[in-house]
C-alpha cells in the first residue's frame, strides 16, 4: 500500500473517510435498532456502510502505522496508535449486528408465496420461525445500540488522541508570544 497520494500521507486521508463512515455506520445501525419503519426504509445501507467502515477501518491503522514509523514517536502518538488499534473489534461488532438486523428485517418482510393472496414485499409475513422472533429481534437491537455508542465513543477517543498527538502545542507558541 503507498504511504502517500500526491505527495500527501496516506493516513490522514484515509481517517477522514473513517471519521465520517464508523460514526454514519454507527448511528444508521441505532436508528435501525430503535424504529422498525426505519430500518426498513435503510435495510440495505445499515450493512453497506458498516461493512464499508470495517474496510477501511485496517487501511488506517496500516496506514498509520507506516506515517508512525516516518516521524518522530511521542508519548501522544503512542496512545493515539493503541487507542487506534482497538476500533476494528468494535467494527466487527457492530458490522455483525447490522447484517444481523438485516438478515432478521429480511425474512421478516419476505413474501409467503407468488400467488393472489401473497404477502407484498416489505410487508410482515404471517409465518414465524426462530429467527423471526420478536423477543430476537429485540435483543439484537439492544446490543446494536450497545455497540453503536460503544463504536462512537470509541472514535472520539481515538480522534480525540490524534488530534492531541498532531495540534498540541502548535498553537501555544503563537498565542503565548501575542500575550507578551
Same mark, same amino acid.
Given at each position: 500500500? /503507498?504511504?502517500?497520494v500526491?505527495?500527501?500521507p496516506?493516513? /490522514? %486521508?484515509?481517517v477522514?473517510?473513517v471519521?465520517v463512515?464508523? /460514526?454514519? $455506520?454507527a448511528?444508521?445501525?441505532a436508528? *435501525?435498532?430503535? *424504529?422498525? #419503519?426505519?430500518?426498513r426504509?435503510?435495510?440495505? $445501507?445499515?450493512?453497506?456502510?458498516?461493512?464499508l467502515?470495517?474496510?477501511?477501518v485496517?487501511?488506517?491503522?496500516?496506514?498509520g !502505522? =507506516? +506515517? @508512525?514509523?516516518s516521524?518522530?514517536?511521542?508519548p501522544? %502518538? @503512542?496512545a493515539h496508535? !493503541? %487507542?487506534g488499534?482497538?476500533l476494528l473489534p468494535?467494527?466487527?461488532?457492530?458490522?455483525?449486528l447490522?447484517?444481523? +438486523?438485516?438478515?432478521?428485517e &429480511?425474512r421478516?418482510t419476505?413474501?409467503? *408465496? =407468488?400467488?393472489?393472496? $401473497?404477502? #407484498?414485499?416489505?410487508?410482515?409475513? =404471517?409465518?414465524?420461525?426462530g429467527l423471526d422472533?420478536?423477543? %430476537?429481534?429485540?435483543a439484537?437491537?439492544v446490543l446494536?445500540?450497545?455497540?453503536? +455508542?460503544a463504536?462512537?465513543v470509541q472514535v472520539? &477517543?481515538i480522534?480525540h488522541?490524534?488530534?492531541n498527538?498532531v495540534?498540541?502545542?502548535t498553537?501555544?507558541?503563537? *498565542?503565548?508570544?501575542? =500575550?507578551?
Amino acid at each position: 500500500m /503507498p504511504s502517500t497520494v500526491l505527495g500527501l500521507p496516506l493516513h /490522514p %486521508l484515509v481517517v477522514h473517510a473513517v471519521v465520517v463512515i464508523v /460514526p454514519l $455506520a454507527a448511528l444508521l445501525l441505532a436508528a *435501525s435498532a430503535v *424504529s422498525p #419503519r426505519f430500518r426498513r426504509w435503510a435495510l440495505w $445501507a445499515t450493512p453497506v456502510v458498516a461493512v464499508l467502515g470495517l474496510v477501511l477501518v485496517p487501511v488506517a491503522t496500516s496506514s498509520g !502505522e =507506516d +506515517l @508512525e514509523h516516518s516521524i518522530q514517536p511521542t508519548p501522544a %502518538l @503512542e496512545a493515539h496508535t !493503541e %487507542l487506534g488499534d482497538t476500533l476494528l473489534p468494535f467494527m466487527i461488532v457492530l458490522t455483525v449486528l447490522a447484517v444481523a +438486523l438485516f438478515v432478521l428485517e &429480511r425474512r421478516r418482510t419476505i413474501p409467503v *408465496s =407468488d400467488g393472489p393472496g $401473497a404477502a #407484498r414485499v416489505g410487508a410482515p409475513s =404471517d409465518t414465524r420461525s426462530g429467527l423471526d422472533s420478536p423477543v %430476537l429481534v429485540r435483543a439484537v437491537a439492544v446490543l446494536a445500540l450497545v455497540a453503536s +455508542l460503544a463504536t462512537m465513543v470509541q472514535v472520539v &477517543r481515538i480522534g480525540h488522541s490524534g488530534a492531541n498527538a498532531v495540534w498540541k502545542g502548535t498553537g501555544q507558541s503563537a *498565542s503565548s508570544t501575542s =500575550d507578551k
